[in-house]
Structures are given as C-alpha cells and as structure tokens.
C-alpha cells in the first residue's frame, strides 16, 4: 500500500489545535489570563543569541552543556550553568530536525534528508536516510539514532558514520509527522513505533520487548492515528508517554509492562517527576496524575485554547507555555498559578525544558533564555 505523510491538511480535519495546521473553522477563544496578586519570579541565569528557528525544534541539554539548532543549520552549545559559549557548527542545509547530543557529540537532520554529526561543532560525518526525519535524533553511547516519519529507525556510529543497522516494523498507511519518541533507558534505546514503546539493543537493533501503548480507535485513518509524541518522561525505570489524541501512559521498562493508562485526548507530550505526571489535553486543561498509579491529583483549567506545549517540571513549579509567548508557572501541590513571563522573542519554538534546577527556553526569535527558580 502506498504510503501518506499525515499533513496538516489532513489532520485538521479531526484536530484544529495541531500545531502548524489551520481548518478554516473559528477556533474557541482562548481563556484571559488570570490577575496575579503576589506573582512569583524566575531569576534570569543568562541569555545567549542564537539563530532563527520556526520549526519545532527541541534542546538538547547533557554533560552540563544545552545544545540548540536554528533554522539555517547553525548549532551552538553553551556551559548551563554560566552560559559560556562551548563550541558553534554548521550544517551547511537548513533543518527539518532539531538536535540530539551527549554533551560533545551533537547530530541533526536537513530537509534533504541528510543526518550531520559534529564533534564539537566540526562536521565528523554526513548520511542520508530514506525518508523525511522531524524527530531530533538521539546521541548516546557514541552511537546516533534517527527515526524518520515511516517509523524506521537507523543506527550510525558516532565516529565514523559506519551504518549499524535498521529496524522496521510492517506499518500503517498513515504517519503523523510530530517529533517521537527515543529514549535510553540503562543499556537499551526504547522507542516509539505508532501506538507501541519497543526496546531496542543498541548494538545490533535487536528486539528485546514490545509493549502496546494504546489502542487505535476511529471510523478512518486520521482518527485512529495514536504515534507517540515527544517528550517523554523518564524516571528511574519508568517512562511516562503520550498516544496522540488518545492517552498518557507510564510503562515500567524492567519488566516491559503498562503500569496504568488514562484516556486523554491531547497532542504533547508530558513531563513527570517523582510523584506526578503532567499532559494537557486536547483543550489545554492540564491534568497532574500519581505516578504511582495513576491517580488524579489535580486538574487546572485557566488555560484552555491557548495553545500550550508540552510542560515541565521545575522543584515546585509545573512550567508550560502558550503560543502568545507566555511562560506559565503552576504551582505543583495544586495546579494554581502563581507567576507567569512575558517573553519579547515572537513566541516559543520548543517546549520549556527543567534541568538541574535551570528552566531553558528557546523563543522563534533566536534568542536562548535560562532562568533558575527564585528561593
């Protein structure tokens, strides 16, 4: 059977919230947002000028380094805890792909379907895959992992380029063309392929298990789409993921088993921590579960329509932010807000990211924000 791209047109026609695409129907209005009387503050860390970015690139932050792309190709990595320039590259394409690095090693993808990888910030290698590739790849154990939008994942060696293998499964008529899942977890890559979380030996692209996130349902093939969609969370052995427009689970990858699933109708992806997961739904009310089992622990829903990304979680913050170019800070016990940012950068272009107590923002604008969270 011939293979279809999910495309925005397509898509409208079951979701008019997905990002990029437009129905032509009058959306809700968005709610106004709330009056804050003693709102709380991040304290900005730094900020660094990078390039333009209107794709949905995400950051890739690991050995203490927050690695970003722009539209052009350019790459550039800073020290997060200062915001001291490490090292800039070039791809010399623009990107269909944001970046994936451990920290030295950093890989994109462009639009003429090429993988680049850069020692940092000098080209080490290039390669083609055979499809178009929207999900950053994944630098780990001096391997690169790229997942193109037919679902097929590819191995490169990080030094050379040398192809290491390839998996693929028999797959649906229709993709979605939204960043997916891959995620190391100890000595196994776990990815996503359609509705199921599949691990995968990282030497030879071994199956090791295979767990069935969610059931696709529907009258037609838009609306049994059910990838799923990044980020994910991981904590300890836990992944916690998102089907599209149909269910936030967490699996236990020990034992490669489901540990609860709840029913939601949303199109990002999660964040979690210890005790809670946190996903918005198809209406931009946020939810937070225990991760324990799945209990609701609180719902909020000052924000519906506004467009929201995917959250974060920052100490007893739940960040997330709207297509108007506000950062929202959610008080974690409750859900209720408590501080907001106004950013001048034309919006943001990837989800907020949380680590090691620093909150990374990237806005369309090319300018790189990080804030820590006020005592």
């Keep these: 059977m011939k293979r279809w791209i999910a495309s925005c047109s397509a898509l409208a026609l079951a979701?008019?919230?997905?990002?990029?695409?437009?129905?032509?129907?009058?959306?809700?209005?968005?709610a106004a947002l709330q009056q804050l009387s003693?709102?709380?503050?991040?304290?900005?860390?730094?900020?660094q000028r990078v390039g333009e970015a209107r794709f949905p690139l995400r950051?890739?932050?690991?050995?203490?380094?927050?690695?970003?792309?722009?539209?052009?190709?350019?790459?550039?990595?800073?020290d997060l805890a200062s915001g001291a320039p490490r090292w800039r590259g070039q791809a010399d394409a623009k990107l269909s792909a944001g970046v994936g690095s451990d920290g030295r090693y950093a890989a994109v993808v462009t639009d003429r379907n090429e993988v680049v990888a850069f020692d940092q910030g000098r080209v080490l290698w290039r390669a083609?895959?055979?499809?178009?590739?929207?999900?950053?790849?994944?630098?780990?154990?001096?391997?690169?992992f790229v997942q193109g939008v037919d679902?097929?994942?590819?191995?490169?060696?990080?030094?050379?380029?040398?192809?290491?293998?390839?998996?693929?499964?028999?797959?649906?008529?229709?993709?979605?063309?939204?960043?997916?899942?891959?995620?190391?977890?100890?000595n196994?890559?776990?990815?996503?392929?359609?509705?199921?979380?599949?691990?995968?030996?990282?030497?030879?692209?071994?199956?090791k298990q295979?767990?069935?996130?969610?059931?696709?349902?529907?009258?037609?093939?838009?609306?049994?789409l059910a990838d799923l969609v990044a980020p994910p969370a991981r904590v300890g052995d836990m992944v916690c993921v998102r089907s599209f427009q149909t269910a936030v689970s967490c699996i236990d990858t020990t034992r490669g088993a489901l540990v609860w699933t709840k029913t939601q109708s949303g199109f990002q992806g999660v964040a979690a921590d210890d005790a809670l997961v946190v996903g918005g739904d198809a209406s931009d009310r946020l939810i937070a579960w225990r991760r324990s089992n799945?209990?609701?622990?609180?719902?909020?829903?000052?924000?519906?329509?506004?467009?929201?990304?995917?959250?974060?979680?920052?100490?007893?913050?739940?960040?997330?932010?709207?297509?108007?170019?506000?950062v929202h800070l959610l008080s974690r016990q409750d859900g209720r807000t408590l501080g907001r940012l106004s950013l001048d950068g034309g919006g943001i272009v990837t989800p907020p990211v949380a680590a090691t107590g620093r909150l990374i923002i990237a806005t369309r604008n090319g300018t790189l924000q990080v804030y820590s969270a006020a005592d």
Aim: charged share 20%; hydrophobic share 50%; net charge neutral.
């Design 15 to 30: 979701v008019a919230l997905l990002a990029g695409c437009s129905s032509g129907i009058e959306k809700p209005r968005p």
């Design 59 to 78: 950051l890739a932050v690991a050995g203490g380094v927050v690695v970003t792309a722009s539209d052009d190709g350019g790459i550039a990595a800073f």
């Design 294 to 326: 799945g209990e609701v622990f609180w719902r909020a829903d000052q924000f519906v329509y506004r467009q929201l990304t995917a959250p974060a979680i920052l100490g007893k913050y739940v960040v997330v932010a709207d297509r108007e170019g506000y």
């Design 128 to 144: 083609t895959v055979p499809a178009k590739v929207v999900t950053p790849p994944l630098v780990a154990g001096e391997r690169v």
């Design 151 to 186: 679902r097929a994942i590819h191995a490169f060696d990080v030094l050379d380029g040398r192809r290491l293998w390839a998996f693929q499964r028999a797959g649906d008529a229709l993709t979605l063309a939204q960043p997916g899942v891959l995620q190391p977890v100890a």
């Design 188 to 207: 196994t890559l776990w990815a996503g392929v359609g509705p199921r979380l599949v691990a995968l030996e990282p030497v030879r692209g071994q199956l």
């Design 38 to 47: 003693a709102p709380v503050t991040l304290q900005p860390a730094w900020s």
């Design 210 to 224: 295979d767990v069935i996130v969610a059931t696709p349902r529907g009258g037609n093939e838009v609306e049994r």
